[in-house]
Protein backbone atom coordinates (compact mmCIF):
# COMPACT_ATOMS: atom_id res chain seq x y z
CA UNK A 1 0.00 0.00 0.00
CA UNK A 2 3.10 2.28 0.53
CA UNK A 3 4.33 2.10 -2.45
CA UNK A 4 0.86 2.67 -4.36
CA UNK A 5 0.35 5.23 -2.35
CA UNK A 6 3.59 6.90 -3.66
CA UNK A 7 2.55 6.31 -6.63
CA UNK A 8 -1.04 7.49 -6.74
CA UNK A 9 0.37 10.98 -5.17
CA UNK A 10 3.29 11.30 -7.06
CA UNK A 11 1.43 13.33 -10.13
CA UNK A 12 -0.35 15.48 -8.08
CA UNK A 13 2.64 16.34 -5.78
CA UNK A 14 4.59 17.37 -8.51
CA UNK A 15 1.66 20.01 -9.55
CA UNK A 16 1.29 21.79 -5.86
CA UNK A 17 5.11 21.92 -5.69
CA UNK A 18 4.98 24.31 -8.96
CA UNK A 19 2.48 26.35 -6.29
CA UNK A 20 4.10 26.10 -2.90
CA UNK A 21 0.95 23.70 -2.08
CA UNK A 22 1.38 20.24 0.04
CA UNK A 23 -1.55 17.45 0.58
CA UNK A 24 -3.33 19.26 2.85
CA UNK A 25 -4.13 21.82 0.02
CA UNK A 26 -4.83 19.17 -2.00
CA UNK A 27 -7.27 17.39 0.54
CA UNK A 28 -9.15 20.52 1.55
CA UNK A 29 -9.61 21.31 -2.26
CA UNK A 30 -10.70 17.68 -3.09
CA UNK A 31 -13.38 17.62 0.04
CA UNK A 32 -14.51 21.31 -1.30
CA UNK A 33 -15.38 19.92 -4.67
CA UNK A 34 -16.85 17.21 -3.49
CA UNK A 35 -19.34 19.23 -1.31
CA UNK A 36 -19.48 22.72 -2.78
CA UNK A 37 -20.70 25.21 0.13
CA UNK A 38 -19.50 22.33 2.64
CA UNK A 39 -18.47 24.20 5.55
CA UNK A 40 -15.26 24.81 7.54
CA UNK A 41 -16.72 22.53 10.56
CA UNK A 42 -17.24 19.56 8.32
CA UNK A 43 -14.07 19.80 6.50
CA UNK A 44 -12.59 19.91 9.42
CA UNK A 45 -14.61 16.80 10.51
CA UNK A 46 -13.55 14.55 7.54
CA UNK A 47 -10.07 16.04 7.68
CA UNK A 48 -9.55 14.90 11.35
CA UNK A 49 -7.24 18.27 11.49
CA UNK A 50 -6.68 20.62 14.02
CA UNK A 51 -8.69 23.72 13.22
CA UNK A 52 -5.35 26.31 13.48
CA UNK A 53 -3.69 23.74 10.59
CA UNK A 54 -7.03 24.30 8.72
CA UNK A 55 -7.35 27.71 9.18
CA UNK A 56 -3.68 28.00 7.19
CA UNK A 57 -4.42 25.68 4.41
CA UNK A 58 -7.73 27.69 3.71
CA UNK A 59 -6.22 31.35 4.33
CA UNK A 60 -3.68 30.64 1.52
CA UNK A 61 -6.09 29.11 -0.52
CA UNK A 62 -8.31 31.87 -0.14
CA UNK A 63 -5.75 34.23 -0.28
CA UNK A 64 -4.23 32.88 -3.32
CA UNK A 65 -7.86 33.07 -5.19
CA UNK A 66 -9.15 29.15 -5.37
CA UNK A 67 -11.54 29.35 -2.95
CA UNK A 68 -14.42 31.76 -1.86
CA UNK A 69 -15.37 31.82 1.79
CA UNK A 70 -18.85 33.35 2.40
CA UNK A 71 -20.69 33.58 5.75
CA UNK A 72 -23.63 30.96 6.26
CA UNK A 73 -27.24 32.82 5.76
CA UNK A 74 -28.73 30.53 8.76
CA UNK A 75 -25.98 30.69 10.77
CA UNK A 76 -23.80 33.46 10.36
CA UNK A 77 -20.73 31.75 12.42
CA UNK A 78 -20.47 29.39 9.69
CA UNK A 79 -17.92 29.94 6.68
CA UNK A 80 -19.23 27.76 3.42
CA UNK A 81 -16.21 27.17 1.14
CA UNK A 82 -16.60 26.73 -2.81
CA UNK A 83 -14.20 26.66 -5.41
CA UNK A 84 -13.83 29.47 -7.58
CA UNK A 85 -13.01 28.73 -11.53
CA UNK A 86 -9.05 28.60 -10.37
CA UNK A 87 -9.85 26.49 -7.45
CA UNK A 88 -11.87 23.90 -9.79
CA UNK A 89 -8.77 24.39 -13.22
CA UNK A 90 -6.57 22.83 -10.19
CA UNK A 91 -8.85 20.34 -8.71
CA UNK A 92 -9.23 19.07 -12.23
CA UNK A 93 -5.19 19.21 -13.10
CA UNK A 94 -4.70 17.00 -9.71
CA UNK A 95 -7.89 14.25 -10.02
CA UNK A 96 -6.79 14.01 -14.23
CA UNK A 97 -3.17 12.84 -13.04
CA UNK A 98 -4.83 10.75 -10.57
CA UNK A 99 -7.36 9.57 -12.29
CA UNK A 100 -5.58 8.42 -14.89
CA UNK A 101 -3.12 5.94 -13.13
CA UNK A 102 -5.95 4.66 -11.56
CA UNK A 103 -7.79 4.01 -15.19
CA UNK A 104 -4.42 2.46 -15.99
CA UNK A 105 -4.15 0.44 -13.01
CA UNK A 106 -8.27 -0.92 -13.40
CA UNK A 107 -7.13 -1.70 -17.03
CA UNK A 108 -4.47 -4.31 -15.88
CA UNK A 109 -6.20 -5.48 -13.46
CA UNK A 110 -9.76 -5.99 -14.51
CA UNK A 111 -13.37 -5.19 -13.42
CA UNK A 112 -13.59 -8.32 -10.94
CA UNK A 113 -10.11 -7.16 -9.60
CA UNK A 114 -11.54 -3.83 -9.45
CA UNK A 115 -14.84 -4.61 -7.69
CA UNK A 116 -12.82 -6.71 -5.22
CA UNK A 117 -10.32 -3.62 -4.19
CA UNK A 118 -13.30 -1.31 -3.30
CA UNK A 119 -14.91 -3.73 -1.33
CA UNK A 120 -11.66 -4.15 0.26
CA UNK A 121 -10.83 -0.09 0.55
CA UNK A 122 -14.54 0.12 2.07
CA UNK A 123 -13.85 -2.85 4.79
CA UNK A 124 -10.94 -0.67 5.64
CA UNK A 125 -12.56 2.45 6.68
CA UNK A 126 -13.57 2.79 10.32
CA UNK A 127 -17.54 3.40 11.41
CA UNK A 128 -17.15 7.31 11.04
CA UNK A 129 -14.90 7.46 7.78
CA UNK A 130 -17.91 5.27 6.22
CA UNK A 131 -20.49 7.45 7.20
CA UNK A 132 -18.30 10.47 5.72
CA UNK A 133 -17.82 8.53 2.46
CA UNK A 134 -21.30 7.12 2.52
CA UNK A 135 -23.02 10.96 2.70
CA UNK A 136 -20.12 12.31 0.01
CA UNK A 137 -21.16 8.79 -2.53
CA UNK A 138 -25.04 9.51 -1.95
CA UNK A 139 -24.44 12.99 -2.82
CA UNK A 140 -22.76 11.91 -6.27
CA UNK A 141 -25.26 9.42 -7.37
Do not use: C, W
Not at 30 to 59: A, D, E, W, Y
Amino acid sequence: MFFAYRGFTADPDRILADKAYGRAHHRAIHFIHRSPGTTVNNLLNILGVTKQSLNRVLRTLVDDGLVASSVGQQDRRERHLHLTEAGAALERALSDAQRDRMRSAYRAAGPEAVAGFRRVLEAMMDEEMRRHYDALKDKTT
